[in-house]
Nanobody, 124 residues
Framework: QVQLVESGGGLVQAGGSLRLSCAASGRTFSSYRMGWFRQAPGKEREIVADISRSGGRTYYADSVKGRFTISRGNGKNTVYLQMNSLKPEDTAVYYC?????WGIGLGPQDYNYWGQGTLVTVSS
């Protein structure tokens, strides 16, 4: 089992940047594929980005491609989401998630462990 704790959320103006962090404890961090999801009020939880166990492969939702960067430090048991050029539509609770799945599923059901979430609010 792994415990996940996100940090770094807050209020930022449109065009600004934030860096989210997710610290993991428990089983070996490098055993998990890691993802960032977000959920806006009244909307379903959606994948934002995913990174492979080694960090060699990444995935980004079209809505964030070119603006967000996911990375991981297996030595620090931490995954990051650098968010640049933020837009009001990026406002949501952002969740870190860990997957034991060896496939390529990117739905919430494909991730086994979740953090509590951190709120990102982008003002116009």
């Amino acid at each position: 089992q792994v415990q996940l704790v996100e940090s770094g959320g807050g209020l930022v103006q449109a065009g600004g940047s934030l860096r989210l962090s997710c610290a993991a404890s428990g089983r070996t961090f490098s055993s998990y594929r890691m993802g960032w999801f977000r959920q806006a009020p009244g909307k379903e939880r959606e994948i934002v980005a995913d990174i492979s166990r080694s960090g060699g492969r990444t995935y980004y939702a079209d809505s964030v491609k070119g603006r967000f960067t996911i990375s991981r430090g297996n030595g620090k048991n931490t995954v990051y989401l650098q968010m640049n050029s933020l837009k009001p539509e990026d406002t949501a609770v952002y969740y870190c998630a860990a997957s034991m799945d060896w496939g390529i599923g990117l739905g919430p059901q494909d991730y086994n462990y979740w953090g509590q979430g951190t709120l990102v609010t982008v003002s116009s």
